[in-house]
């Protein structure tokens, strides 16, 4: 994984991020903008993905995606919206963690 990847990976995960927050924005307030702005921030964040499913993999980019976001977005939600996670939901939050750690590892053979 090149510089250019991750830098790439955390464009999409900024978009994706403010995409996130639009739409719990959006859920509080019902303006129809809100909404507007966050499907048109999901929309620019899948079309950086195609980029970086080109260049990466399919299963690497979308995992290492998925799981950045989950972190990040638990960060805002606590921070921002005030809302909290069970202990499962913590537990599983740690295993997606475990999960990126164990897909970054060099591997020996080919997919």
Do not use: C
Request: glycine content about 12%.
């Amino acid at each position: 994984m090149n510089l250019a990847y991750v830098l790439w990976l955390l464009l999409a995960t900024t978009i994706f991020l403010g995409g996130a927050t639009a739409s719990r924005a959006y859920v509080s307030n019902s303006h129809i903008g809100v909404l507007v702005l966050a499907l048109g921030l999901y929309m620019v964040g899948n079309i950086i993905m195609v980029k970086l499913m080109r260049d990466g993999g399919l299963g690497l980019a979308i995992s290492l995606s998925a799981i950045v976001q989950l972190v990040l977005v638990n960060i805002i939600a606590f921070a921002v919206f005030g809302e909290r996670l069970s202990l499962t939901q913590a537990a599983g939050v740690m295993l997606g963690i475990a999960a990126m750690g164990l897909m970054l590892l060099p591997t020996s053979g080919k997919a």
